[in-house]
């Protein structure tokens, strides 16, 4: 919970030394999860910010950490959820300027995408503010990977924790966790608010377009580094099918009249042939 550890308490009143405090931990702890036998199969990314790279370490129970959701030490689950919960009434109270800053400094100073995955988070609950964060992320395909499972997970979390805190629980360790569950943006992706930025306006219209143009900047980039077709592996078919569910440009737009009045738009991804074949197939042996 994020009112397992004294975090929170530490992060509304000294919120620069906690801060600092959660990073060092957090990467000392990461360091050392590394060089440890399970550890050793995670990967690295690297962001880019302001020109420089800055690598990481990610997994899925490191991106899953501050839901919980993949296992880890509790004491850094409840650290990090507290952090998600004080940057959340942050980000709800900011006009979007020094959540931002904040956050860019997370992703800084971190080795441990399980920061980066919180950060996430605030974007996927404030996209209207944290635009510059998400068109930093956006550039690493590896995320949408990973917050995939995390978005999947998430259907299904509030049974893990109504079960995992028993019958002896403090009811309101339980009650805490159990209302993060109620949150609406943990229905999205960061897959979701790739396209959002191209289908929303959050502010004006000049914005939106500068915005728009940009993520699909980012999806061309993505399209170039792509191998050729006939030497793509699965993760590059599968990162083929990532970009055709997010880019607007390749949609086919639906409006469709339902009960007299309402208008439904749906958006049908172009995907190639073939690809679809090769989508199908792997469906069918899930399947099977």
């Known amino acids: 919970s994020a009112l397992q550890t004294p975090a929170s308490l530490m992060l509304r009143y000294h919120p620069i ?42 997994d899925c129970l490191l991106w899953n950490l501050y839901r919980g959701a993949s296992g880890g030490p509790e004491l850094m689950q409840s650290i990090h959820m507290a952090l998600e919960t004080w940057l959340l009434v942050l980000a709800e109270e900011d006009d979007g300027t020094l959540i931002e800053a904040i956050c860019k400094d997370l992703l800084k100073k971190s080795v ?79 897959e979701h608010i790739a396209l959002n930025y191209q289908l929303i306006s959050y502010d004006d219209e000049a914005i939106f377009e500068q915005r728009r143009s940009a993520v699909w900047g980012i999806l061309d980039e993505h399209y170039a580094n792509l191998p050729p077709e006939q030497d793509q592996n699965e993760s590059d078919k599968t990162w083929r099918t990532y970009l055709a569910r997010m880019d607007s440009r390749k949609m086919e737009l639906k409006i469709e009249s339902q009960d007299g009045n309402k208008t439904v738009v749906s958006l049908n991804p172009s995907i190639d042939p073939k690809l679809k074949e090769h989508n199908e197939k792997i469906l069918t042996l899930l399947d099977d």
């Open 17 to 58: 030394s906690t801060i600092d405090f959660i990073i060092n931990l957090t990467n000392h702890s990461v360091e050392t999860y590394v060089n440890s036998d399970r550890g050793k199969y995670g990967e690295d990314i690297v962001l880019f910010i302001e020109g420089t790279e800055y690598k990481q370490h990610i």
């Open 112 to 190: 441990s995408a399980s920061i980066t995955e919180v950060v996430v988070s605030v974007i996927l609950a404030h996209p209207n503010k944290t635009y510059n964060l998400a068109a930093v992320l956006f550039k690493v395909p590896q995320l949408f990977i990973y917050d995939t499972r995390r978005f999947v997970a998430d259907q299904t979390i509030r049974s893990l924790y109504s079960i995992g805190y028993g019958y002896d629980a403090k009811d309101y360790l339980r009650d805490e966790r159990l209302k993060t569950c109620e949150d609406n943006f943990r229905k999205q992706s960061l």
